[in-house]
């Protein structure tokens, strides 16, 4: 499903993103990615909707090189591979249903959208969604009227809404306190059992990782650093 043929990422101003990499993604795996901040976690799950672009090697998503991508072909992946941020990335004035459509942006196209002329199936598809992610009762209610936790199910109703193959979360869990996080951890992997969408997550809370992740890729300077099931990391630190 994704697979990184020894890629590597420098910023502009010399920075290393990424040095390197070589892995591979099966369809339907639960990853999560660890490491001290700084260590590219952020660069590496953003390569893949190609937020960032890597200056070096081939990173293939469902059977393409992304990293030449542009125009059609690239808001195309990005209707394939959904984001969730730590920061919620709602459009904070509208409805937690206008918010949720949002996610068929991608399928129905930029003029159809600014005209709100979705479709009944989209509407449809994105109240199922927040019916799943337990806040069907909040459709009226503006983003900025719920608290984070509820924001942050709202964007993954989101993207579930676009029907994505491959969901990728950068820190989704850091501004929320514990119970919230777990959660948010654990809508993410029914989501993921229920669905089968691949899913890439960055923490930087090994707790949360051992509790919920099926494989462990930790990461430092760019560089992976362990690359294991949740089984395997006791016996390796
Ligand atoms: P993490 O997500 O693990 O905190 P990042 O992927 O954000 O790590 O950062 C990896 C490295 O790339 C760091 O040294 C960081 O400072 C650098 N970096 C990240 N984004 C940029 C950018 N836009 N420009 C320059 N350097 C960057
Ligand atoms: P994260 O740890 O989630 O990656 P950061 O706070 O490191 O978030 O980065 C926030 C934003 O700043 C990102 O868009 C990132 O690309 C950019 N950034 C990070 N490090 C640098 C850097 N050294 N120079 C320029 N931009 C950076």
Request: no cysteine.
């Amino acid at each position: 499903m994704i697979e990184f043929k020894n890629v590597s990422l420098t910023y502009p101003n010399g920075n290393r993103g990424l040095h390197q990499i070589h892995t591979r993604i099966e369809a339907g795996e639960f990853v999560v990615i660890v490491g001290l901040s700084g260590a590219g976690k952020s660069t590496f799950i953003r390569s893949i909707n190609r937020m960032v672009m890597p200056t070096a090697g081939e990173l293939i998503v469902d059977g393409e090189n992304v990293v030449p991508l542009a125009g059609k072909r690239l808001r195309q992946l990005r209707t394939k591979v959904g984001m969730i941020f730590q920061q919620y990335n709602l459009v904070n004035r509208s409805t937690v249903m206008k918010n949720a459509i949002a996610g068929r942006l991608g399928h129905t196209g930029t003029l159809r959208s600014v005209l709100n002329l979705y479709k009944k199936q989209d509407r449809s598809l994105a109240y199922q969604s927040l019916l799943r992610l337990n806040i069907g009762d909040k459709v009226h209610a503006r983003a900025d009227e719920l608290s984070g936790g509820e924001q942050q199910r709202v964007s993954i109703a989101r993207v579930l809404t676009q029907e994505p193959m491959v969901m990728l979360a950068d820190e989704p869990v850091a501004s929320l306190d514990p119970p919230t996080s777990h959660q948010v951890m654990r809508d993410l992997k029914r989501i993921n059992e229920e669905d089968g969408i691949t899913t890439l997550i960055n923490l930087h809370y090994m707790d949360l990782a051992m509790e919920y992740a099926d494989r462990i890729i930790g990461m430092r300077d760019g560089e992976i650093v362990f690359d294991g099931p949740v089984e395997s990391v006791t016996e390796a630190t």
